[in-house]
């Protein structure tokens, strides 16, 4: 009965949703590898700044429409077209409707949004594309320390598949990501696939739209200091004292996994992490050019992390 009443309410969100713009202009990207918090920051922002949340939406599995963009494909920013093309484009521009992607809307029908707020974990492969295309939808990318992200992948039982089909394609490894030794890593080891696939997908994002594109916010320092969300906020035009509730967890928390809003402890999950996955990750982290953002402490280097995005978002 909980799982019809989920779909049921689900349906009467999406069909509550009063999103009177028309155009790309009125729509803004949050972008970010899985389970690195970027849940957390849809709701926080779009409950700031009225904005339409639209969860994931990109979903080959639930609409047939995206069938070509299997999660993992990359397209090259230059590209003559984004797979999916037509369905992207309803979703910027807010005509798209599903109870998946509008489960976060409002049930209240008179409310009228500003803007949307799409967050979606496959746009790292791809968006660079959408920001060429349409420069006036911005984007929030969230970067969280890989190895907390591999602590909750692993808790939650993901598995590596979705790197190597990332790496079978030409215009990424030879192409994008051509000038790193990726293949100089043990991929067959699951911890390192999982860092990797982490690797490759921030690479991905800072490559096609880093750099002054783009705000980019540590979920770790944002966990300990709400301030880290400003720029992101001002960025999608919020004012920074509408960012409210920030001590409420997502829907995605996760009590076994890594969630910093699970627990009082914002690094606890360094206690699931074997000495044999710290140098797993540290490998990864050599290659692509972050082990100076990223200590095998836990921590972060919030001004080093800032300076590979803006180098490889210039490169």
Do not use: C
Not at 135 to 145: C, E, L, N
Not at 177 to 185: H, I, P, R, T, V
Not at 189 to 216: F, H, S
Not at 235 to 246: Q, V
Request: charged fraction near 25%; hydrophobic fraction near 45%; charge should be neutral.
């Amino acid at each position: 009965m909980a799982s019809v009443l989920t779909r049921a309410e689900r349906l009467a969100r999406s069909i509550a949703v009063w999103d009177p713009h028309r155009d790309t202009a009125h729509a803004s990207l949050l972008s970010g590898s899985g389970r690195s918090g970027t849940t957390w920051l849809m709701e926080a922002y779009s409950r700031a700044g009225r904005l339409r949340p639209i969860f994931e939406p990109i979903r080959p599995d639930l609409d047939a429409r995206f069938s070509d963009l299997r999660p993992g494909r990359f397209v090259p920013v230059d590209a003559p077209r984004l797979p999916a093309q037509e369905a992207v484009e309803d979703v910027l521009t807010g005509r798209s409707r599903h109870p998946w992607a509008d489960q976060e809307a409002s049930l209240n029908p008179f409310k009228r949004y500003e803007g949307r707020l799409i967050k979606e974990i496959r746009f790292p492969m791809w968006a660079g594309w959408v920001a060429r295309r349409h420069p006036d939808v911005r984007i929030v990318h969230v970067i969280r320390h890989p190895l907390a992200t591999l602590s909750s992948q692993s808790v939650l039982g993901w598995t590596p598949d979705r790197l190597h089909y990332m790496l079978a394609q030409p215009e990424l490894v030879d192409g994008l990501l051509g000038d790193l030794a990726l293949s100089d890593l043990a991929l067959d080891d699951d911890a390192t696939a999982l860092v990797a696939r982490w690797a490759v997908e921030n690479l991905a994002a800072a490559r096609t739209y880093g750099g002054d594109r783009t705000a980019l916010v540590s979920y770790d320092v944002a966990v300990e200091d709400r301030s880290e969300l400003a720029d992101g906020a001002a960025w999608l035009g919020i004012a920074a004292e509408r960012l409210t509730d920030l001590e409420r967890p997502s829907k995605m928390t996760h009590a076994k996994g890594s969630n910093a809003h699970a627990g009082k402890d914002p690094r606890a999950w360094m206690k699931r992490i074997s000495a044999e996955q710290q140098a797993a990750a540290g490998r990864v982290l050599d290659v692509v050019g972050l082990a100076d953002a990223f200590p095998s402490d836990g921590t972060v280097d919030r001004a080093a992390l800032q300076r590979w995005w803006d180098a490889e978002g210039r490169g």
